[in-house]
């Protein structure tokens, strides 16, 4: 290809991406270019004469690769590559070993690769994992050329296919109950559906009462098996019976309604008892001068963990006791903040959600008692 960019230079000829693979009538050669015909038009000449100019060029300047340079109507321009080249590269190739190939053109940049994301809203295949090879592979290119490489890969729990599914199993629940609920429009109608059982559990394993907060828990033919070679994490998160914890609190109202509260991970214990950082957030977000906040756990020597705020604010004037002082009266005395912190950014993924523990490790207290 270099040689005839060399080419085009040399005549004038204005360059262009062209192809160079092999064509379709082995006869023709090894390698077959398109190039003479992508300039025919800009240069008003026919393909075939500027695929002789071309071609008188590359055989001033192309030697020890090519063994004949050829024509081939409408302008096609063929080349049949040496053995000896063939061989020389082979010897190349042996010589560097395992690192031939390997480049730098990423040095210094970073390169996130998602794949393997699914939408648990039905039953999942092995075919399902056909992303995990490619992305892998693609991921691995780009390590070889030296980029820093995030490989990402989870499976996602909100959205509007989300909704449909939570929707079409609501439909099925009731349906189950002998009440009438009518299925979305566009609903999921496969029979697994009605295959998906909830359960709100308390931290015991047993059921929840009606307002009692607890774990959510999955069960059902779309729930995973395990993590790939992840034992620990499988044991973690899958019960021996196959329940999947999910991580969100929640609460059921009378009729078996299901509010989602916040993620057990991100409770603060604090002097025994259990505080939701979110419920602290949506009081936070009601004061007209804050534009965003999360709420994390500090480290207390007398209650265990402590609420503190990060705070992201619209009005300048708004200060740290103003923050703390709005939580007062609308929260028990010991979910109201410790202390609060005011920045111009609050560290988000590429999802959107707040990295947390970013915070914790910036923020690191100990609480202010």
């Not at 025919?40 to 340079?69: F, Q, R, Y």
């Not at 419920?279 to 402590?306: C, F, M, R, Y």
Request: aromatic residues 8%; contains cysteine; charged residues 25%.
């Amino acid at each position: 290809m270099n040689a005839i960019i060399l080419a085009l230079r040399s005549l004038s000829y204005p360059e262009k991406d062209c192809s160079l693979a092999p064509p379709k009538n082995i006869d023709f050669g090894d390698l077959s270019s398109n190039i003479a015909l992508l300039l025919a038009k800009e240069l008003k000449k026919s393909p075939m004469d500027i695929a002789k100019n071309i071609v008188n060029e590359l055989n001033n300047n192309l030697t020890g690769h090519t063994t004949n340079i050829s024509i081939t109507n409408p302008g096609f321009i063929n080349f049949e590559i040496d053995d000896h080249y063939f061989q020389s590269q082979i010897i190349h190739i042996l010589n560097k070993n395992q690192v031939y190939g390997k480049g730098d053109v990423g040095t210094g940049q970073t390169a996130n690769v998602e794949f393997v994301s699914a939408n648990p809203t039905g039953p999942l295949t092995v075919g399902h994992g056909r992303n995990a090879i490619l992305g892998d592979a693609v991921s691995n290119i780009l390590e070889w050329q030296d980029f820093k490489v995030t490989r990402e890969y989870y499976f996602n729990d909100a959205g509007r296919q989300m909704r449909i599914l939570a929707q079409s199993v609501e439909a099925r629940y009731f349906e189950l109950l002998g009440k009438d609920l009518k299925l979305p429009e566009d609903g999921y109608q496969g029979e697994y559906i009605k295959d998906i059982a909830q359960i709100i559990l308390d931290e015991n394993g047993k059921d929840c009462e009606a307002g009692e907060q607890g774990e959510v828990w999955v069960s059902g033919k779309h729930v995973m098996l395990e993590y790939w070679n992840r034992p620990d994490a499988t044991a973690e998160t899958i019960t021996s019976d196959g329940w999947l914890r999910t991580g969100d609190v929640a609460s059921a109202d009378e009729d078996g309604f299901i509010y989602i509260q916040d993620r057990i991970k991100d409770m603060i214990i604090s002097g025994g008892e259990n505080v939701y950082p979110a419920e602290i957030e949506n009081i936070i977000l009601t004061h007209p001068a804050v534009t965003e906040v999360a709420v994390i756990g500090q480290p207390s020597d007398k209650w265990g963990e402590s609420p503190f705020a990060v705070v992201v604010k619209k009005d300048e004037s708004l200060s740290e006791a103003e923050v703390l002082s709005h939580c007062h009266g609308k929260l028990g005395r010991f979910k109201v903040p410790r202390g609060a912190v005011f920045v111009e950014v609050i560290p988000r993924n590429a999802n959107g959600k707040v990295l947390k523990r970013e915070l914790r490790k910036q923020f690191p207290g100990p609480a202010i008692e």
